[in-house]
């Protein structure tokens, strides 16, 4: 695990071990530039780049970011070619780096309608991915948590059927969903100024801290997520108990 730094918030008390972040504001950041919007997702996908080694260098084990959503299909064509190729750049240059960083990555969500050339990435990151521990970053793609929940019943009742899945328990299920072996998000940020999940992990978040902020995804630095990590630090997290 990378040192913890001692000049940031993240120096300080106890980190969360996975961070969710809900990628939002691209648009509106593009808008106020008078920029088309997939000028707004480039500039995004800079940040991520940034983001995650930043959460990598501090010591969090997982990141996982929502990047395109099962509802995200409805944005008008060229909007939704423009993210795919944006994706497609970056998991090209991930399969090239991650090697050498040590970072596994691993997309969330159904790649069966994605296009041919993102579905082979997909697979070459998770192939590379398996050589090592360390730092994961998520990235959710196609992915919608009701999606998700529905897909693990519907799994889980084809296992039962052929005599392979025993009794089901929120444990037993966890492990059907795209997010299995990975623990829930400790902290769920959403920059962007929307105080609302838009089907984000539905199943993982039920005990999730949330940090909303009007900080639009572009504009996102190190320094909004040593502040999130500070408000993390305050808050009492009970899980259904009482203070101790
Ligand atoms: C988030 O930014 C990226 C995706 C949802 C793909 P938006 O594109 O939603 O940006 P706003 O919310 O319109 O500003
Ligand atoms: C949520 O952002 C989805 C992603 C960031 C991928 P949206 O911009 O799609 O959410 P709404 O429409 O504001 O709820
Ligand atoms: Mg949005």
């Not at 008390?13 to 969710?20: D, E, S, T």
């Amino acid at each position: 695990m990378a040192p913890f730094k001692t000049d940031s918030a993240a120096g300080e008390g106890k980190l969360p071990r996975h961070i969710a972040i809900i990628l939002d504001g691209n648009g509106r950041w593009a808008r106020k530039r008078a920029l088309p919007r997939t000028a707004g997702h480039a500039a995004g996908a800079e940040t991520f780049r940034r983001i995650a080694t930043y959460c990598r260098d501090i010591g969090i084990d997982y990141l996982t970011v929502y990047a395109f959503s099962t509802e995200n299909w409805k944005r008008p064509r060229e909007e939704v070619d423009a993210i795919m190729g944006l994706l497609g750049k970056y998991l090209r240059e991930a399969v090239d780096t991650m090697e050498r960083d040590h970072i596994r990555l691993k997309i969330l969500g159904d790649p069966s309608i994605l296009p041919e050339s993102l579905r082979g990435l997909i697979d070459e990151t998770a192939d590379i991915s398996t050589h090592y521990s360390g730092f994961q970053a998520n990235v959710c793609l196609n992915y919608g948590g009701r999606d998700e929940i529905v897909r693990a019943a519907m799994r889980y009742a084809e296992d039962y059927k052929a005599g392979r899945a025993g009794a089901l328990t929120e444990e037993s299920f966890s492990g059907y969903m795209f997010s299995a072996g990975i623990p829930d998000p400790d902290l769920i940020i959403r920059p962007g100024g929307e105080m609302r999940l838009s089907n984000f992990l539905m199943w993982e978040s039920a005990y999730s801290e949330l940090v909303f902020t009007d900080v639009l995804w572009p504009d996102f630095t190190s320094a909004d997520i040593d502040a999130a990590i500070e408000e993390y630090r305050r808050r009492d997290r009970r899980f259904g108990g009482i203070k101790k």
